[in-house]
């Protein structure tokens, strides 16, 4: 699938490979994940607590990249379900500083991501997270500079602070932000969970066998939205 769009043939052509923290109000009641038969879901012999975690959905991807456009209306409906059922909504998203301070000479797709204009600096509304999604107060967004959402983040932080130990991935690019954190998370012992039709990549093979092959693999329970919504 090509990009159909002007930033299909800028310096950040390969995207598809590849926030406001802090307020008084109260985080949101936590409650165990159930299964479809309504039992708690559970690791061994213990409950586990989950967050949505929302992965580059950002204005200047969402509107300049048709295939994370596509993922909006399963996530417009994970949303608001997740939060009536008490589960903390994460945000991620993606910039670096306009100074090129953390570009990293040899990293080639950094460096390319950094000279496309503005759109992934950090201080451009074009990285700040969609509109159609946009965080309630006292949602966490999570700035990141690299492809995990946990890379030199403190959402390892935020988890741990609310004692969450399973995650809930959406957002692209399935083989880029979705992959680096599913892996990342697993290495840290997090329960990993994918919502197949919430996430998407600029190259729909790599999404299918990202989706259908590795993440199973892995260890992650991959669901669509529809289905993890029914389990709320």
Excluded at 25 to 50: F, L, S, V
Excluded at 81 to 105: E, H, K, N, T, Y
Aim: charged share 20%; proline share 6%; net charge neutral.
């Amino acid at each position: 699938m090509r990009l159909a769009c002007a930033a299909a043939n800028g310096p950040y052509a390969n995207l598809s490979r590849y926030c406001r923290i802090g307020s008084t109000t109260a985080a949101p009641r936590i409650r165990p994940w159930k299964m479809a038969d309504g039992a708690p879901y559970r690791q061994g012999n213990r409950m586990t607590t989950t967050a949505l975690i929302v992965g580059d959905l950002q204005a200047g991807i969402v509107d300049n990249h048709p295939f994370a456009a596509g993922v909006l209306p399963v996530v417009e409906k994970v949303l608001p379900a997740a939060r009536a059922s008490g589960i903390p909504v994460i945000f991620i998203r993606f910039g670096l500083r306009a100074s090129g301070l953390d570009v990293a000479a040899g990293n080639q797709l950094i460096r390319g991501l950094h000279g496309a204009g503005t759109l992934f600096h950090e201080d451009s509304p074009e990285t700040l997270v969609h509109s159609r999604i946009e965080p309630l107060p006292g949602e966490a967004v999570v700035l990141k500079r690299r492809a995990s959402a946990f890379a030199a983040t403190d959402l390892d932080r935020l988890l741990r602070a609310q004692r969450i130990d399973s995650i809930v991935l959406t957002g692209v690019a399935t083989g880029a932000m979705v992959a680096a954190t599913l892996y990342d998370a697993a290495d840290r012992d997090y329960h990993v969970t994918v919502l197949s039709d919430a996430c998407a990549d600029g190259e729909p093979d790599v999404h299918d066998f990202l989706i259908n092959r590795v993440f199973p693999a892995r260890g992650a329970d991959v669901l669509t939205g529809q289905e993890w919504t029914a389990r709320l």
